[in-house]
């Protein structure tokens, strides 16, 4: 069975879609007929010669071998549906500058975030401050930039949250509270802006992307996922569809990990153990 959505007249807004998971729904959304905004610190990524790219990482958004253009509301023109957006989240008049070019929104997806592996023992107090800043307090400050726009519109709001914040996350404490603490806050803001504006979250667990090499140090996690692989953006992409699609769900958690991560335990068990 396939599922197929129309966002034809849609307008979504997808913040770090310019590589990974936020690319891959930023691109799913732009191929159910959306007009998509994504947004990110940096420029888009070159495509590789000859290497055919979803729009959000297409010849488009910017033109690498060009000096920046100058800060505008939008910095590049719609390709195929997706607009690029140069903004830190974190960064209050870059919000100023992202809103101020919107004059009607559907749908936020609050994709921005993630951490370096970060002991908690001999890194800086602002390398963790800095961490719960752009895992939580900016989809916050997002969310509620969004929420009049939202609210004409009967609009949701998506966060894409981590497993690292319902399981220990040593080595990333920081980023695993502040995901626990996203999590939380949709709940929080599904009840303070219902029935107008609905807010999900989508919990994803290990993910396969262009950085899970190095992250994983390449190995196979896939062998410790229930599913026998990690997740793709296009997995987290289809739930995000169906979840910003208008409908009765909000205050939900949808965890996107393949039936979650097999205990180290399970292989160190023998046989005769039930």
């Known amino acids: ?78 390709v195929e549906g997706v607009r690029f957006v140069r903004a830190d989240v974190r960064a209050a008049d870059d919000l100023e500058r992202l809103f101020s070019g919107l004059d009607r929104l559907d749908v936020v997806v609050n994709n921005a975030g993630g951490s370096p592996y970060a002991p908690l023992e001999g890194t800086s107090p602002r390398l963790h401050a800095r961490v719960i800043e752009l895992n939580l307090i900016a989809p916050l400050l997002v969310a509620q930039r969004a929420y009049p726009l939202l609210a004409v519109s009967g609009g949701s709001v998506v966060m894409i949250g981590s497993s690292s914040g319902v399981r220990p996350s040593p080595g990333t404490s920081a980023y695993g509270a502040a995901k626990a603490g996203l999590h939380h806050l949709a709940n929080c803001l599904a009840a303070e802006w219902a029935p107008g504006v609905r807010v999900n979250t989508v919990v994803v667990g290990l993910a396969a992307t262009e950085d899970s090499a190095d992250h994983y140090g390449g190995q196979d996690v896939g062998t410790a996922i229930p599913a026998g692989r990690m997740a793709t953006p296009a997995d987290v992409a289809s739930v995000c569809l169906w979840l910003a699609a208008p409908g009765y769900v909000t205050g939900a958690q949808v965890h996107v990990h393949g039936g979650g991560e097999i205990p180290a335990w399970q292989h160190l068990a023998s046989s005769d153990i039930s």
């Not at 849609?10 to 947004?39: N, P, S, Y």
């Not at 070159?46 to 509301?73: E, F, I, M, Q, R």
């Open 1 to 78: 069975m396939t599922v197929t959505y129309d966002y034809t007249g849609k307008v979504v807004l997808v913040t770090g879609g310019t590589r990974g998971i936020g690319a891959g729904i930023a691109t799913a959304f732009a191929a159910a007929g959306a007009e998509v905004i994504v947004c990110a610190r940096h420029d888009p990524p070159p495509a590789p010669v000859g290497t055919p790219l979803p729009p959000s990482l297409g010849p488009s958004a910017v033109d690498a071998s060009s000096p920046p253009p100058p800060p505008s509301a939008v910095d590049a023109a719609p």
